[in-house]
């Protein structure tokens, strides 16, 4: 079956640091893969995506490339904000579209420090 | 643009108790809806899924089931909650269009006691 696994944390980094989530999965055929945000309290919110392998997703300064070769989809930033900190999820779904929703990992839990 | 709504935001319930949670999307029309469980220190669980109305996919054996009684209505119900239901429930809908992105409403946080 299909699986997402990524870094659970807390991982915690002060202000303007470089962040990196690892995140990689398990799925036969061709998934879309997806980042989630969740801040406190909140529901989830798409952060960026990706539909093909070489794919880069990118939003509010976040970047992850679709790997195909590695089967990742690795988070990063390259300067954190404070008002960064909240839960990230990697996500994949099947290409075939995604009526059987979506598989998550577990979430990283990142906190930013000023 | 499309919108999806959930409430109640926050439920705090008693043991054997019924439930009732409620989620609508507007702006679009047969979407495929979708209910999550986030579990405290866990990771987002897939409950129940529909493509249409009055189809209900099960993901996971439990003490909940759904219902989709319109196109834009999605319902979680329990006859008799148990203390293991505690948790944030989250509704999703996206299109079947391939890759697109699935948007959450923002949640219900439900307490068993």
């Known amino acids: 079956g299909n699986s997402v696994t990524q870094m659970e944390g807390p991982v915690t980094l002060s202000e303007e640091a470089f962040l990196t989530i690892n995140c990689t999965y398990t799925a036969t055929g061709y998934p879309s893969l997806f980042w989630y945000v969740q801040y406190p309290g909140e529901g989830l919110q798409l952060l960026l995506k990706?539909?093909?392998?070489?794919d880069k997703g990118s939003n509010k300064g976040f970047e992850a490339t679709y790997r195909k070769e590695t089967t990742s989809f690795h988070l990063e930033k390259g300067s954190v904000q404070v008002s960064d900190s909240a839960v990230y999820f990697c996500a994949l779904s099947h290409s075939g579209g995604g009526a059987d929703g979506l598989t998550f990992g577990k979430g990283t839990h990142l906190i930013i420090q000023p | 643009s499309q919108t999806i709504h959930q409430w109640p935001a926050t439920l705090v319930q008693p043991v054997g108790s019924p439930l009732s949670l409620e989620c609508t999307v507007e702006g679009t029309s047969n979407p495929n809806l979708y209910w999550y469980r986030q579990a405290a220190g866990r990771g987002l669980q897939l409950l129940f899924y529909?493509?249409?109305?009055?189809?209900i996919s099960s993901e996971v054996p439990q003490n909940l089931s759904a219902s989709r009684p319109q196109d834009r209505q999605f319902i979680l119900s329990s006859k008799k909650l148990l203390l293991s239901d505690s948790g944030f429930y989250l509704c999703a809908w996206t299109w079947t269009a391939t890759g697109y992105g699935y948007t959450f409403g923002s949640g219900t946080r439900l307490t068993v006691v």
């Open positions: 529909s493509v249409g109305i009055g189809q």
């Open positions: 990706a539909t093909k392998a070489d």
